[in-house]
C-alpha cells in the first residue's frame, strides 16, 4: 500500500486483556445485521458497504420510516459509529454538553439523528475500513481512507431510499476527512460542513513550529484510533522515523485548493493547537464560490450541539442537499470578536482574513518590558532561563496598553532576534494575552473544557526556522521543516514566529500582554481527561536572550481590523 512513494506499515492489533471479542475493547456491538423501527426512524445497524478493492465496511443507516426519499448525510468516524458522545460528555462537564442537547443515537461528534430524520435526512454512521468490525487495514488521514470515503458516499447516492445529494458533517476528526474527500470530487458529493479539523497533520497536531507533540498526538490521538480486530497503521514509529515534513506528512496533507463544492465551516478561537489555523486555511484556501465561515470562542461540542447552530446548519443543508429555502443570506464570515470568557460579538466581514486588516508593528524594549508602536531607543536583552515552568525569571513579559478601542482579529507574528548561551537549539513558547487595566489576565475558554486561556499562543523550534517563500506572507509565516538549521552558541538568529489566529476586542486602557519561554504557557493535569498537547522533549539549556533595539530586532506583528 503506497501513497507519495511512501509505504505505510502496520502494527500488531491492540490488545484488551479485559475481553477476548477480536480483541475489540468493552462495549463493542455485535456483529450481524439488524433492522428496527424506533422513534419514527428505519434503523439499520452493521449494513456492509463494499469498497473498489472488495474490502467490507460497516456503517448504520438511520432514515425516516415513512419511506420517503431522505439526503444522507454522513459521519465518517475512528471512535466507533456506535460511541455515543454522551458519556464522554458526562464525564467532561466543563466541555457544555448537556444531555437534552444529544440523543442516544448521536455517535461521538456527529449529526444526530433525532434532530435529522424527522426533518427529512438519513444519517449515515461508518467504522473506517480497519477499526472495530470493518474489514482491511487501517490508515488515518491517507489517501487511501479518502478513497474508501468517496466509495461510501458514491454508495450513498444510489441508494433506494435516497434523494442522490449527499452532504457531510461532523466535529475534529469527522471533520478532517472532509477535506480530504472533497477534494477528490465524488458526484453525489453536494455539500461539507468541517466544524473545526486541521488539515496538515505534521504542522497543525504532530509537530507546532517544529516541537514535537508529546501527549495529544501520542496518547489521546492514537489510542483512541487503535480498537480494530485487524491491522493498524503503526503512527508512533512512523512519528518516530519521519522528524521532519517529507512524502509522508505530504500524504496526510489536504488538497484544499481542488475543494469546489458549497461548505459552511465552523472554526474556534479556543482551539489553539489542534483545529483553528487549519479549519481557516482549509476556508481561505478551498476553491468553492459558496462558502461560509463562522467562528466562536466558545467550546466546540456544546456549539455543535447548541439548537440554534443546529438550526444554521439545518438552513445549509435544506438549500444544497434539498433544494429548500433560500440561498444562505449569512455575511461571508461571522466571526466572534472575544471581550473575555463567553463575552464577545459576532461581526460581519467579507471575508477571511478580514479584507483591509491594517497590520501594525509593536516593538519589544527589554529595558522597559514594553511593547510600542514607536522602536526602542536603546540597545537591550531580554533573558530569561529556557528550562523553567514559567517563574518571573524563566520568561520574558512585554505589555502594552491601548489608548483607544482597539480589535484584533487575525494572525499575530513574532519577529525576534534571539541567542542562546549553551544550545545549538531553542524551543521557543509564545502566548498573547488579554489583561484589564490593573494588569489582571481576563480569561478566555481554552481548548473545549478550560476557562483561563490565552488570547492566542505560537511555537518554534529554532532550527526549522526556515520558511516557505512561496505560502509565506508578512504576517503568517510559514515553515519548510524539511532540514534542521542548527545555532551557534552565543551568536544572534532572527526568527519569525506564527501565533495561531485570533479575534479579540480591547477598551482603551486594556492590555496586550506577550508572554514568551521555554516550556508551555498553558499546563493542566497529566491525568488522561486533560486532553490538550504537550511539548515535554525539550532541546533547550542556559538561557535565552531576545535583542531588541536594533533596528527590525523584535516586534510583534498585530492585525488591527
Known amino acids: 500500500m503506497t501513497a507519495a512513494g511512501f509505504e505505510y506499515r502496520f502494527c500488531a492489533p491492540l490488545f484488551n486483556p479485559n475481553t477476548g471479542d477480536n480483541n475489540l475493547r468493552p462495549g463493542a456491538p455485535p456483529a450481524g445485521y439488524s433492522q428496527t423501527e424506533e422513534a419514527g426512524m428505519v434503523i439499520e445497524r452493521n449494513v456492509a458497504v463494499p469498497l473498489r478493492d472488495g474490502v467490507n465496511i460497516f456503517v448504520d443507516v438511520f432514515r425516516p420510516s415513512d419511506g420517503r426519499p431522505a439526503a444522507p448525510i454522513i459521519g465518517w468516524t475512528p471512535y466507533g459509529k456506535h460511541q455515543n458522545g454522551r458519556p464522554i460528555f458526562d464525564a467532561n462537564p466543563g466541555c457544555g454538553v448537556t444531555q437534552e442537547m444529544v440523543s442516544k443515537y448521536a455517535t461521538f461528534e456527529g449529526p444526530d439523528p433525532a434532530y435529522w430524520v424527522p426533518r427529512g435526512y438519513a444519517v449515515i454512521n461508518a467504522d473506517i475500513r480497519g477499526l472495530w468490525r470493518s474489514e482491511g487495514d487501517a490508515t488515518f488521514v491517507s489517501p487511501e481512507e479518502a478513497r474508501d470515503f468517496y466509495d461510501l458516499i458514491e454508495w450513498a447516492g444510489v441508494q433506494t431510499w435516497s434523494s442522490g445529494k449527499v452532504g457531510l458533517s461532523g466535529v475534529s476528526y ?99 493547537g489542534l483545529h483553528l489555523r487549519g479549519t481557516l486555511e482549509g476556508f481561505r484556501r478551498m476553491a468553492s464560490t459558496d462558502k461560509w465561515l463562522l467562528v466562536h470562542g466558545r467550546k466546540k461540542w456544546a456549539h455543535y450541539y447548541t439548537p440554534a447552530h443546529v438550526a444554521q446548519l439545518n438552513a445549509f443543508f435544506d438549500h444544497f442537499l434539498k433544494g429548500q429555502g433560500p440561498r444562505p443570506p449569512w455575511a461571508k464570515a461571522r466571526l466572534e470578536v472575544r471581550e473575555r470568557y463567553f463575552e464577545g460579538a459576532t461581526r460581519d466581514f467579507n471575508d477571511w482574513p478580514v479584507p483591509q486588516t491594517e497590520y501594525v508593528r509593536l516593538h519589544l524594549d527589554a529595558a522597559t518590558r514594553s511593547l510600542s508602536r514607536t522602536p526602542a531607543k536603546t540597545v537591550g536583552t531580554a533573558s530569561y532561563s529556557a528550562c523553567g515552568s514559567g517563574s518571573e525569571e524563566q520568561r520574558a513579559v512585554f505589555e502594552i496598553a491601548f489608548d483607544r478601542p482597539t480589535s484584533l482579529v487575525g494572525h499575530m507574528k513574532l519577529h525576534l532576534l534571539v541567542s542562546t548561551d549553551e544550545a545549538d537549539d531553542m524551543d521557543i513558547f509564545v502566548g498573547a494575552y488579554k489583561c484589564d487595566a490593573d494588569g489582571r489576565q481576563t ?50 538568529y532572527p526568527v519569525d514566529i506564527e501565533l495561531w489566529p485570533s479575534g479579540t476586542a480591547f477598551a482603551a486602557g486594556e492590555r496586550l500582554r506577550l508572554v514568551v519561554q521555554g516550556t508551555d504557557l498553558q499546563k493542566y493535569s497529566k491525568t488522561r481527561d486533560a486532553i490538550y498537547f504537550r511539548h515535554e522533549a525539550s532541546v533547550n539549556a542556559g538561557q535565552h536572550r531576545i535583542h531588541t533595539g536594533e533596528p527590525d530586532s523584535s516586534y510583534l506583528l498585530v492585525p488591527v481590523v
Open 174 to 272: 469527522l471533520a478532517v476527512t472532509q477535506w480530504r474527500v472533497a477534494a477528490l470530487r465524488p458526484p453525489h458529493l453536494a455539500a461539507i460542513n468541517p466544524w473545526e479539523g486541521w488539515t496538515d497533520t505534521y504542522r497543525e497536531l504532530v509537530r507546532h513550529g517544529g516541537i514535537p507533540d508529546t501527549w495529544f498526538w501520542w496518547n489521546c490521538i492514537v489510542d483512541a484510533w487503535g480498537n480494530s480486530s485487524t491491522r493498524i497503521e503503526d503512527l508512533r514509529k512512523e512519528t518516530t522515523e519521519h522528524p521532519l515534513f517529507d512524502a509522508f506528512w505530504e500524504s496526510k496533507k489536504a488538497d484544499l485548493e481542488e475543494i469546489v463544492i458549497p461548505a459552511f465551516v465552523v472554526a474556534c478561537w479556543s482551539d489553539q
Open 443 to 492: 480569561p478566555m475558554v481554552f481548548y473545549s473544557f478550560f476557562g483561563d486561556g490565552p488570547i492566542a499562543l505560537g511555537w518554534l523550534r529554532a532550527s526549522h526556522r526556515e520558511q516557505d517563500p512561496k505560502r509565506s506572507q508578512e504576517h503568517q509565516p510559514v515553515l519548510l521543516h524539511q532540514r534542521e538549521m542548527k545555532l551557534t552558541p552565543g551568536m544572534a
